[in-house]
C-alpha cells in the first residue's frame, strides 16, 4: 500500500456509481471486469441529503443510500479476497448506521472479519446549527445574500462538504471501506491517489489533478460514452457500457479507460463533454482540498478506450467549506393530459387557458403556475418552431406554493378536462398529480475551522 | 456565410441551483477559434433572451477546444423548485446548437466550415 512511490506504479481507481439511483450492476462489474485497486461510489446529489434526512426522522436506523449495502453483497468477494478497497459518500446523515448495515451483510456473507470500515463523521452541522448562527456564522445564501436565519425554523438538513483528508487518514488506519457523508464527489477519487502517493495536501497540482480525475469519475458512464452527444450513433454496446477507470500515476497523469470487452467509449471527445459537465468558472473549480485550474488540462488519445490527461495545475484551497442546506419550501404539483392532431397544440393551449380560469374562480394562488407543451416547446422552448403540425402534445402544467391545500386542489380539476375542456384528450391514466412538498437547496459558505471531521473504524 | 453549430460543436449541459451551464465544444480543434470569434457571450444572450431571467456568462477552454457559458435564471427556481421538464438543464446542450453563426466567407473557407444546408 504505501511502497515507495515508484514513477511507474499505477494505482486504478473505477467509478461503480455516479448518483443514487445509477445502475445497480455498475460496481460488480467493475471489480469482475479487470483489475482495480478502489472503487468510488457517489451516492449523493444536492437534494438527497435532505431525503435521507426525512428518513432518518422517521427511523433513527435510516438516513443513508440504501443502494449501498445491495452494492456492496455484490462486491464482497473482491474486497475480502483481492484487495479492492471501497470508498463511497453513502452515509448520507446516519455514516454510521450505515456501516452497521454493511457489517451485518458482511456478517450473513461470511467475510466480516475481513471487511474494516472507516466511518467518517462531522459533516452533519444540523444538531449544532443554533450554535453556529449564535457565533456569528450567518451561513448566508450563495446567490441572494440572504441570512439563514430567514428560512431557520424549516431546515431539515445542514452539511459541510468536507474534502479528502479523513478519508485518506481512514485508508491510512487500514479501512478497505470509507464510508462518509457529505463529501465532496471529487474527494472519493482524490483520496486513494494522495494516500497511495503521499502526495502533500498543499502540492497544488498533484492535489488538482486528483480532483481533475475525481470530476471525470464521478457522474459514472457520463465519461465513457453514456449520454454522449459526440458521434452517438456510432458509440458502440450500450446494453454493456463500461464506467469509467482512472489509471493514476504519481506525477499526477493519468489516463482514463474501462474494462476491454464492455460498451460505450472512452475518447477525447467523451472525456470532454464530462469535463465541462456543470461547471462554473474554468479557472476556479474551488474544493475544499484545492482551487482547480480546469485550462489547464490536456488531453491526448492514448490508444482504443483510453485518455491521457496531464498538464493539470491548481492552486490553495480557500479558508471556506461549502455548506449543503435543504430547508422545506412549499407544495408543488404537476400533471399532464395528452391531447391528438388535429390541432394538438391549439387544444392544448385553450385546455390551459380554462384551467387557470378556473383556478382563478376558485380563489386559488400560486407562487408559479407553469405550464409546457411536451412535444413542442418543453425542452427548447419558442425556438423549436410553431408545433402547428404536431401529431400530438402533452400538457404538462405545474404549480408551486405556500398552501399545500391549494396546491391538492389544482390536482382535482386536470381530470374534469377530460369530459368538460378541448376535444380529443387521453393519457390520464395515471390518476391524479401527486402534491409533493418541496424542499430547497440553501447553499453556503463557513469557515472551514468551524468543521472538524472525525473517522472510527469499525469491524 | 451561415454556419450551424450543430455542424461544427457538440455540447454538454448542467445545473448548478438556478443557472443552466452549457459547455460548447469544437469537433475539429482548428474549429475553436471560430467558435470563439463568432460564438460570444451576445450571440448566446440573444439567443436565449425571453428564456432566461438572468444574464449570460462566457468562459474560454483553449485547452479542451471549448467554451463555457453560464446561463443564469434559467431553471424556474432550479432543483427540486423547478416545475420545468427540464429542471437540471440537461438539454441545454441541444437547444444551444440550433444556432446559426454569420461567419464571413474566407474565415469560413480557411477554416473548412460545413455550409449550412439551404433551407
Same mark, same amino acid.
Request: charged letters at 20%.
Given at each position: ?459 | 456565410?451561415?454556419?450551424? *453549430? ?10 448548478? #441551483?438556478?443557472?443552466?451551464?452549457? +459547455?460548447?465544444?469544437? /469537433? &475539429? ?31 474560454? *477552454? ?10 443564469? #435564471?434559467?431553471?424556474?427556481?432550479? +432543483?427540486?423548485?423547478? /416545475? &420545468? ?35
Amino acid at each position: 500500500m504505501s511502497d515507495t512511490p515508484s514513477q511507474d506504479r499505477v494505482v486504478r481507481v473505477a467509478s461503480g456509481q455516479g448518483f443514487w439511483g445509477d445502475w445497480l450492476e455498475a460496481p460488480r462489474r467493475q471489480v469482475e471486469g479487470g483489475p482495480v485497486d478502489y472503487l468510488m461510489l457517489d451516492y449523493l446529489a444536492e437534494v438527497t441529503m435532505s431525503i435521507v434526512q426525512k428518513q432518518k426522522e422517521r427511523d433513527p436506523n435510516m438516513g443513508y443510500a440504501r443502494d449501498f449495502i445491495g452494492a456492496m453483497e455484490s462486491v464482497f468477494p473482491a474486497v475480502a479476497e483481492r484487495g479492492v478497497k471501497v470508498i463511497a459518500n453513502a452515509g448520507g446523515v446516519n455514516p454510521v448506521a450505515c456501516a452497521h448495515a454493511v457489517l451485518a451483510a458482511a456478517d450473513k456473507a461470511g467475510v466480516r472479519d475481513r471487511i474494516r470500515i472507516g466511518v467518517v463523521t462531522g459533516d452533519d452541522l444540523l444538531p449544532r446549527l443554533d450554535a453556529l448562527l449564535a457565533e456569528g456564522h450567518e451561513l448566508k445564501h450563495m446567490e441572494t445574500g440572504e441570512p439563514l436565519s430567514t428560512v431557520r425554523d424549516r431546515v431539515l438538513s445542514a452539511n459541510a462538504y468536507i474534502g479528502s483528508t479523513p478519508i485518506v487518514e481512514a485508508l491510512a488506519r487500514g479501512a478497505n471501506v470509507v464510508i462518509t457523508g457529505r463529501s465532496t464527489d471529487t474527494a472519493l477519487t482524490m483520496a486513494p491517489l494522495r494516500h497511495e502517493f503521499g502526495w502533500a495536501a498543499d502540492d497544488w497540482n498533484k492535489m488538482a489533478a486528483g480532483i481533475v480525475a475525481g470530476h471525470i469519475l464521478e457522474c459514472g458512464a457520463q465519461a465513457s460514452g453514456g449520454n454522449c452527444l459526440h458521434e452517438w450513433r456510432d458509440i458502440p454496446d450500450l446494453a454493456n457500457v463500461g464506467y469509467p477507470i482512472a489509471e493514476a500515476k504519481a506525477d499526477g497523469s493519468f489516463v482514463i479507460t474501462k474494462h476491454p470487452g464492455t460498451g460505450g467509449r472512452v475518447s477525447v471527445p467523451s472525456v470532454t463533454e464530462q469535463l465541462v459537465y456543470e461547471m462554473g468558472d474554468p479557472h476556479a473549480y474551488i474544493t475544499p482540498d484545492v482551487v482547480a485550474d480546469f485550462t489547464s488540462i490536456q488531453l491526448a488519445a492514448d490508444g482504443e478506450n483510453r485518455v491521457r490527461v496531464h498538464g493539470i495545475t491548481g492552486g490553495p484551497a480557500t479558508p471556506f467549506l461549502k455548506v449543503s442546506i435543504a430547508y422545506r419550501a412549499g407544495w408543488k404539483a404537476v400533471g399532464t393530459l395528452v391531447y391528438a392532431w388535429p390541432d394538438a397544440l391549439e387544444k392544448a393551449q385553450l385546455a390551459d387557458r380554462v384551467l387557470r380560469e378556473r383556478l382563478h374562480n376558485l380563489g386559488l394562488s400560486f407562487d408559479t403556475i407553469l405550464t409546457e407543451y411536451v412535444g413542442v416547446s418543453a425542452t427548447h422552448g419558442a425556438m423549436a418552431g410553431s408545433g402547428e403540425h404536431a401529431p400530438e402534445v402533452q400538457l404538462r402544467i405545474g404549480v408551486r406554493g405556500p398552501d399545500r391545500a391549494s396546491v391538492e386542489r389544482f390536482t382535482r380539476e386536470l381530470a374534469p378536462l377530460v369530459l368538460n375542456g378541448p376535444p380529443s384528450v387521453t393519457g390520464f391514466a395515471g390518476g391524479r398529480p401527486k402534491v409533493e412538498e418541496i424542499v430547497a437547496y440553501w447553499p453556503a459558505l463557513i469557515d472551514k475551522r468551524a468543521v472538524t471531521t472525525h473517522v472510527d473504524i469499525l469491524e | 456565410m451561415h454556419v450551424r *453549430l450543430l455542424d461544427i460543436a457538440h455540447a454538454r449541459s448542467g445545473d448548478k #441551483g438556478d443557472t443552466a451551464n452549457v +459547455g460548447v465544444i469544437a /469537433l &475539429k480543434p482548428e474549429w475553436y477559434p471560430v467558435l470563439r470569434e463568432y460564438l460570444t457571450q451576445e450571440v448566446v444572450a440573444q439567443h436565449y433572451a425571453g428564456q432566461i431571467t438572468g444574464a449570460v456568462q462566457r468562459f474560454e *477552454l483553449p485547452n479542451l477546444g471549448a467554451l463555457n457559458f453560464l446561463l443564469h #435564471g434559467a431553471l424556474d427556481g432550479g +432543483g427540486t423548485l423547478s /416545475l &420545468k421538464t427540464d429542471a437540471q438543464g440537461k438539454v441545454f446542450s441541444t437547444s444551444v446548437l440550433r444556432l446559426v453563426l454569420d461567419v464571413p466567407d474566407d474565415v469560413a473557407a480557411a477554416a473548412g466550415l460545413p455550409p449550412a444546408p439551404a433551407a
